[in-house]
């Protein structure tokens, strides 16, 4: 069965800093990962898509690599800003299913002016 | 807009009411998944329509949730006696094509149910 998590569960950082957000799965049967971003009360905005057969994505500041041998992906952020704050959650499309995704629990984080 | 829409977006309901949410996916998008998402953890699949057809479902929680699809289109998910443990967010998805390997999930506001 796959599993997904997401260390550091929270993270507060100045404004200004680049930061890692982690991401693990158990299962390396994946199709693709993806990256979402969610605001307080609101639903979820994809940010990067990474298919199984690519190493990294990258989209103005932010930039996705993925180690399927491992089980790990990482999410970059570059020069944070306080509008980057919010839950960052990845999801994993595992092989041999119907495209359902397997959420990890989220990182928050907060950037401080 | 061109993005996924769910209504209502805040459902207040009494301990065995039924209740009823609903969504409108990207048109053309042919893939529509719902998600369960409890305050605090990442989203949980319910289950997952390709067209009409509800193809996996293994992801409700019991026989009192109950969606469908029947013109390939709208879905609604809905939930009957309701009990204070479904109060969460219901969240919605949708994907261009049949749920290959290469699609990006599109996701909706989501829907936030409280049972008193």
């Known amino acids: 069965k796959q599993e997904v998590t997401q260390i550091p569960a929270a993270l507060s950082v100045p404004e200004g800093e680049n930061l890692v957000l982690n991401c693990s799965f158990t299962d390396s049967a994946i199709y693709n990962l993806q990256w979402f971003r969610q605001d307080p009360g609101k639903g979820l905005t994809s940010l990067l898509l990474?298919?199984?057969?690519?190493r990294e994505q990258t989209s103005g500041r932010l930039n996705a690599s993925l180690d399927k041998s491992s089980g790990r992906s990482t999410l970059y952020i570059a020069a944070s800003q306080p509008g980057d704050s919010a839950t960052y959650l990845c999801a994993v499309r595992s092989s041999g299913n119907t495209g359902k995704l397997i959420f990890g629990q989220g990182t928050t984080l907060q950037v401080k002016p | 807009g061109a993005g996924v829409s769910q209504s209502p977006r805040y459902k207040v309901a009494k301990r065995g009411q039924d209740v009823a949410l609903r969504c409108d996916p990207i048109?053309?998008?042919?893939?529509l998944f719902w998600y369960q998402q409890a305050l605090g953890q990442g989203p949980e699949f319910l289950t997952y329509?390709?067209?009409?057809?509800?193809?996996?479902k293994s992801g409700l929680p019991s026989d009192r949730f109950f969606a469908e699809r029947p013109e390939g289109s709208v879905s609604t998910l809905k939930i009957q006696r309701t009990q204070q443990e479904d109060s969460a967010v219901y969240l919605c998805?949708?994907?261009?094509?049949?749920?290959?390997?290469?699609?990006?999930?599109?996701f909706g506001p989501g829907t936030r149910l409280t049972v008193l």
């Open positions: 329509f390709q067209n009409e057809a509800q193809l996996d």
């Open positions: 998805a949708s994907t261009r094509r049949i749920a290959g390997v290469y699609n990006e999930q599109f």
């Open positions: 048109s053309g998008h042919v893939s």
């Open positions: 990474i298919q199984s057969s690519q």
